[in-house]
T-cell receptor, first 109, second 114 residues
Framework: QKEVEQDPGPLSVPEGAIVSLNCTYS??????FMWYRQYSRKGPELLMY????GNKEDGRFTAQVDKSSKYISLFIRDSQPSDSATYLC?????????FGTGTSLTVIP | NAGVTQTPKFRILKIGQSMTLQCAQD?????MYWYRQDPGMGLKLIYY???????DKGEVPNGYNVSRSTTEDFPLRLELAAPSQTSVYFC?????????????FGPGTRLTVT
């Protein structure tokens, strides 16, 4: 069983739509949960991080962590064409990081 | 600040050759990491370091070696390159506080082993 599972998509939405991206995980020791955005042929860029359970909001982005269900989500409101990228979830316990395979998102103008 | 820099950007190696991928950061971060990214496979942690002189294995360390003699530099050594090491390699640096754990990635090195 993989440590982190992420639906690879691809996901295609019209501009202005609400996007929901999700990951599940198996290791209950994970304490730090992160979302990265990666444009083609670039390094990942940290979008948001959450420690333990709960919600965190930053502008159009909201991250949710449900440790009881081992499930994390990223919501993007009012999606823009510039949001088109691959989104990677990541989790950490001790000093080890585990990434999902990434979800490819295209926002159509 | 330049952030995290990696050299070279691209490299082609023949099977059995060796090389060192360079990584440097100017943010005074204690933590540094090496990942590889294969198509459809996500990022896999190869090695990490929590400070100068301290390194440890990640999920996929076989075929690689690292050293950390300074806070700024964290080179990755490939010995006896194999086609399975064809990948994009990312270096990252970061810091850890009680409720946050952030990483910042370099632009990557694309390596092909033929």
């Amino acid at each position: 069983q993989k440590e982190v599972e992420q639906d690879p998509g691809p996901l295609s939405v019209p501009e202005g739509a609400i996007v929901s991206l999700n990951c599940t995980y198996s290791n209950s020791a994970f304490q730090y949960f992160m979302w990265y955005r990666q444009y083609s042929r670039k390094g990942p860029e940290l979008l948001m991080y959450t420690y333990s359970s709960g919600n965190k909001e930053d502008g159009r982005f909201t991250a949710q962590v449900d440790k009881s269900s081992k499930y994390i989500s990223l919501f993007i409101r009012d999606s823009q064409p510039s949001d088109s990228a691959t989104y990677l979830c990541a989790m950490s316990a001790e000093n080890q990081f585990y990434f999902g395979t990434g979800t490819s998102l295209t926002v159509i103008p | 600040n330049a952030g995290v820099t990696q050299t070279p950007k691209f490299r082609i190696l023949k099977i059995g050759q060796s090389m060192t991928l360079q990584c440097a950061q100017d943010m005074n971060h204690n933590y540094m990491y090496w990942y590889r990214q294969d198509p459809g496979m996500g990022l896999k942690l190869i090695y990490y370091s929590v400070g100068a002189g301290i390194t440890d294995k990640g999920e996929v360390p076989n075929g690689y070696n690292v050293s950390r003699s300074t806070t700024e530099d964290f080179p990755l050594r490939l010995e006896l390159a194999a086609p399975s090491q064809t990948s994009v390699y990312f270096c990252a640096s970061g810091y850890r506080l009680s409720s946050s754990y952030e990483q910042y990635f370099g632009p990557g090195t694309r390596l092909t082993v033929t």
